[in-house]
């Protein structure tokens, strides 16, 4: 997996505005993370954790909670396009104040998703967050929560009616069908500066990583001559995930959102009911803020279902299947729940199969030659040992 890029920040700050922001959308394709900084481990989506910001960290032993109260959120992208998104509504309303908001002091090395939405592909270069409008002298909307319970009002420089605008060094590149996640890695203790007379300000000091946490992944399965297979089953693995779905009726599967970048054994599994298997298997690179088409073609396959006679059951059996060539294509030593040896990949055309086993004590052994294996059907032999 080919390391993250961080992205430095700069930040400043921005008058708040009113407008309407619509959360009606398709698929997700862009997300915004929030992680402790100053932890020890990586980030989420592998995503190493930022060396230290620098600057003095304030003691926050005496403050129980940071509260930020979440209005609206915008990405701006190149040429000052704007797109408004709604802050993730599973963040809760912990002060009950009707809004969602977020306590800075539980960040975690855990991810807490900021918002997730729908955007139009393209390079966003800033990303603003606004709190609600403070009426009044009172602390509404950002606010500190001491131990002793009192509520301090935490100051944003340039006044309280403002949002918070992160200018993206570089850009972050979106695309429709890929989820992009930027991970913002947030150092409290260094954001809150203590100004005298118990009074805070929060200047935040974060690191960014726009990173392409998964890419979409989508391709066809069919049989040889091109018709569609149903119902196969598709397993995507790579070192840290595994995705599974099936084929729908004409052979197409997708995974909408896979870790990315990252290598991924493919694996395409159809069982017939008659037992046959088709297997193809292929391992290829998956980049990030990508679309991948991995296709998936079985070849004919059939099988053989080998019975052993007399009911009494031999030990120490050896079943081996050879071609026309009489080189050897498969073998097994194991029987199945039915005390039957399948083998359900064997390409048509023409087999001979021997059995080897002991049979009280005695060497027993039996064969059949001219064994006819079609596409999609299993042979089914029954094998006396002498």
């Known amino acids: 997996m080919k390391p993250t890029v961080l992205i430095p920040i700069a930040l400043a700050l921005f008058l708040s505005g009113c407008g309407f922001w619509s959360t009606d959308a398709p698929r997700p394709n862009f997300q915004v993370l929030l992680v402790a900084a100053n932890l ?9 954790t930022p060396d230290p910001l620098g600057g003095p960290k304030t003691d926050l032993s005496q403050i129980a909670r940071v509260i930020v109260n ?10 000052g396009r704007v797109v408004g998104l709604a802050p993730n509504p599973e ?47 009172e602390a509404q909307s950002v606010y500190l929560v001491m131990n002793n319970g009192s509520k301090v009002p935490l100051r944003i420089p340039s006044g309280q009616q403002t949002g918070l605008k992160l200018v993206i060094q570089g850009g972050v590149r979106v695309q429709v069908e890929a989820t992009t996640t930027l991970t913002l890695a947030f150092d409290l203790g260094r954001s809150l500066v203590q100004t005298g007379n118990g009074r805070y300000m929060l200047k935040p000091v974060v690191r960014a990583s726009g990173d392409v946490s998964s890419a979409m992944v989508k391709g066809k399965v069919t049989f ?30 997708s995974f909408p959102a896979v870790a990315a970048p990252a290598t991924y054994a493919f694996t395409f599994r159809l069982q017939t009911p008659e037992n046959v298997v ?54 097994s030593q194991e029987a199945d729940a039915q005390g039957q040896y399948v083998f359900s990949t064997l390409p048509p055309g023409l087999y001979s199969v021997r059995v080897g086993a002991t049979l009280g004590g005695t060497p027993v052994s039996g064969q059949a030659t001219g064994v006819v294996v079609e596409d999609y059907r299993m042979t089914r032999l029954e094998i006396e040992l002498r």
């Open 40 to 48: 020890s481990g990586s980030l989420a989506q592998g995503i190493p």
């Open 70 to 79: 979440l209005e609206r959120i915008e990405l701006v992208g190149e040429g």
């Open 91 to 137: 963040l809760g309303d912990s002060d009950g104040d009707g809004r969602p908001d977020i306590d800075l002091m539980t960040l975690s090395g855990q991810p807490t998703p900021l918002v997730k939405g729908t955007v139009p592909a393209g390079v966003y270069t800033q990303f603003r967050l606004f709190s609600p409008l403070e009426q009044g002298a």
């Open 224 to 253: 040889k001559g091109g018709r569609a297979v149903q119902d196969a089953g598709v397993e995507a693995k790579s070192a840290d995930n595994t995705y599974l779905t099936m084929t729908n009726a004409d052979g197409l599967y």
């Open 278 to 331: 088709y297997l193809s298997k292929k391992t290829l690179d998956v980049p990030a803020n990508t679309v991948t088409t991995v296709d998936a073609e079985f070849e004919p396959t059939g099988g053989i279902t080998v019975s052993l006679k007399p009911a009494t059951p031999p030990s120490d059996v050896t079943v081996e299947i050879k071609d026309a060539s009489q080189a050897t294509v498969a073998s």
